[in-house]
């Protein structure tokens, strides 16, 4: 059996357990709503993607461009283009690395959110040499990979 808690949410949980360790299972505290209790051959199943998910700043072209670009077979929840609105907020917990380039998608980027740590997870890349001397001069932050690996991995 398995309990699957929070499925399509960042913080998705699975606890596996057996009919005789069940009781058990649900005072983990972990284990909470929603979920559901899969049982027999399909509890088996693992179906947990590793593969990265992208969310790309930059104007419309740009994101775009680059979206019929990616060959890596990542989740696509959004691409966002950077507008300058005091209010506008991205939650940025179900990606993995955010791609970034020239001076108004980075500082977008940045103005968007209130606290540092809500990036701490991410892995940036930047699309060409001068947005990564921008992101790191500015706002002391390496980007971990250039524009050429993600689109070129598979």
Do not use: W
């Amino acid at each position: 059996m398995a309990i699957l808690c929070r499925g399509t949410r960042f913080d998705a949980y699975r606890k596996n357990c057996t009919l005789e360790t069940i009781k058990e299972a649900f005072e983990d505290p972990q284990v909470g709503t929603p979920a559901i209790l899969v049982v027999e051959e399909v509890a088996a199943l693992d179906v947990r993607s590793k593969t990265p998910s992208v969310v790309v700043c930059g104007t419309e072209h740009f994101t775009r461009a680059f979206q019929d670009q990616c060959s890596i077979p990542c989740t696509r929840q959004a691409y966002v283009q950077i507008v300058y609105e005091p209010d506008k907020k991205i939650d940025f917990r179900p990606y993995s690395h955010v791609v970034l380039t020239g001076k108004a998608g980075i500082d977008g980027l940045f103005q968007m959110m209130e606290d540092m740590r809500e990036i701490s997870h991410l892995q940036f890349v930047t699309i060409g040499p001068s947005s990564a001397k921008y992101l790191y001069d500015t706002y002391h932050i390496h980007a971990t990979l250039s524009h050429h690996h993600i689109l070129q991995t598979n």
